[in-house]
């Protein structure tokens, strides 16, 4: 079932208008899900190597979030207003992996959500196990990017005093609330991000504000995103402010939960459930 297009049915337009008209109209939301299903088809097909490396980047690339809101607020006086500018930093990690097309767990190209839509289209064993291999893969190579990043930042000398000091004081924060809390911020956290993926396709020229706006929204209201918190809290750890246990226990299980009931329950399954009826009516009619 088709929806007709912007200008289709202007009888005041003539033929090269109503293909402008068509060309500045949103996409039907049919078009959206299949370009994410179409993004989730090709990351599950790569090769293990090439995941690896991307998803590894991707790690890295996450990294300068911590650093650049470490520099921010390292650079601003203590205020009831310096987290407000600091939590741009957060920003900078997601800006370098989407407009980058590198592979991170939960975000957008990206592994958490894109993948469910094949498994939901789909539904069968074989698409099931890429996804699995596909999050697996992923999501342990965005962690080990992250803990090289943290390490790169021991270097004595490299950044002021009061970077260092904002970096720890940042660190602090995967494991600053309790195990139910994480989660809920968590939940929201993959909700935001995952729902970017649906908002990409039809921002065009404005992909960078949308990534600006929902990453900011992240990062402002100090939820947890597992990669992005993971370089906080792999910081910690090198640093001897956490333990292992700590990373694992207190923010990584509750972090990595949340995230995907966030990005899969309330993005994924719902808006796939929302076009539903049209996939079928379509296949029904071929």
């Keep these: 079932m088709s929806e007709p297009q912007a200008g289709a049915s202007s009888p005041h337009l003539d033929e090269g208008e109503r293909e402008q008209a068509a060309d500045h109209s949103s996409p039907h939301p049919l078009v959206i899900h299949e370009v994410v299903r179409e993004e989730g088809e090709v990351a599950m097909e790569r090769t293990f190597a090439g995941l690896m490396w991307s998803a590894l980047a991707a790690g890295l690339s996450m990294g300068f979030s911590f650093l650049v809101q470490a520099i921010l607020q390292g650079a601003l006086p203590e205020s009831n207003w310096r987290h407000l500018i600091a939590s741009l930093g957060y920003t900078i990690g997601f800006v370098f992996v989407i407009l980058g097309r590198q592979q991170l767990f939960t975000e957008s190209t990206l592994t958490a959500v894109l993948p469910v839509l094949p498994v939901l289209t789909r539904r069968d064993l074989v698409t099931f196990g890429k996804t699995l291999r596909l999050w697996v893969i992923v999501l ?147």
Excluded at 147 to 164: C, R, Y
Excluded at 249 to 273: D, K, Q
């Design 140 to 286: 342990l190579f965005n962690l080990i990017g992250t803990l090289i990043f943290s390490a790169l930042l021991q270097f004595k000398g490299v950044f002021d005093p009061e970077v260092t000091t904002a970096l720890s004081e940042i660190a602090r924060a995967p494991f600053s609330a309790g195990f139910g809390v994480t989660l809920v911020r968590a939940v929201f956290a993959g909700w935001l991000i995952a729902l970017m993926v649906w908002l990409l396709p039809s921002a065009r020229s404005a992909r960078l504000p949308t990534i600006l706006l929902v990453t900011y929204t992240v990062g402002v209201s100090k939820l947890t995103h597992v990669i992005a918190s993971s370089a906080e809290a792999a910081y910690a750890v090198v640093t001897g402010a956490a333990t292992l246990g700590d990373y694992f226990g207190v923010f990584l299980l509750p972090t990595l939960i949340g995230n995907m009931i966030g990005g899969i329950s309330m993005v994924a399954i719902v808006n796939h459930a929302a076009i539903a009826p049209e996939i079928e009516d379509s296949q029904s009619s071929d």
